[in-house]
């Protein structure tokens, strides 16, 4: 079936860029999303981005997609102790009346000021 | 706009009571409805979607159940809870049947922990 697999670790320095990467093993993919988790609350959805666009950048955040790699990254400008979160990449899964979404395990992301 | 709503914020219970979680979403008609558990380890499993009122779907077998009364309102049951039922429980919604579909907006979650 569908995998959808992150690094679980990311520490950077505030104003330092931060680049989060992403595989999915579905080549089918229409949409792959970036969903932030801050403590103790559900998923924003931070942006997502097509499967014929390589690229989508959305003021800090610039999202790479690699599809002969199944490969996507999120790298966040500028970055600031507000971005500590963790990221989940996700990936759209088939079912008889529409998509469900297959995420992966998350990265943690650590800003340190 | 869409709203969606999750009640309650906390529960604690004892093993083997029963459990009732609700979801509701507002500002849209006939919602695809998701359920999610995240436990401690942080990754996000679906354990049921519904495509309409009455239409449940079940991912993984377990000890939970999933109703779906009215179009826009997604209950979470259990007859007996378990240890390891404990767990953070998100409820979603995607707009059904459209193309771009898929996207998924997450409610603020409910925090089990069982006893």
């Known amino acids: 079936g569908e995998d959808v697999e992150q690094s679980l670790f990311l520490s950077v320095r505030e104003g330092d860029s931060s680049v989060i990467n992403c595989t999915y093993t579905?080549?089918?993919?229409?949409?792959l999303y970036w969903y932030k988790q801050e403590p103790g609350a559900g998923l924003q959805l931070l942006t997502y981005?097509?499967?014929?666009?390589d690229m989508k950048q959305d003021q800090r955040l610039t999202v790479l997609l690699n599809k002969k790699d199944k490969h996507l990254s999120l790298r966040i400008a500028d970055t600031q102790t507000g971005d500590s979160a963790i990221y989940f990449c996700a990936d759209v899964g088939y079912y008889n009346q529409g998509g469900k979404l297959i995420f992966g395990q998350g990265t943690e992301l650590s800003v340190k000021p | 706009s869409q709203t969606i709503h999750q009640w309650p914020a906390t529960l604690v219970q004892p093993v083997g009571s029963p459990l009732s979680l609700e979801c509701t979403v507002e500002g849209t008609s006939n919602p695809n409805l998701y359920w999610y558990r995240q436990a401690a380890g942080r990754g996000l499993q679906l354990l049921f979607y519904s495509v309409g009122i009455g239409q449940i779907s079940s991912e993984v077998p377990q000890n939970l159940s999933a109703s779906r009364p009215q179009d826009r309102q997604f209950i979470l049951s259990s007859k007996k809870l378990l240890l390891s039922d404990s767990g953070f429980y998100l409820c979603a919604w995607s707009h059904a049947a459209v193309f771009g579909g898929e996207t998924q907006y997450f409610g603020p979650g409910t925090r089990l922990l069982v006893l």
């Open positions: 579905d080549s089918s993919s229409t949409y």
């Open positions: 981005i097509f499967s014929n666009m």
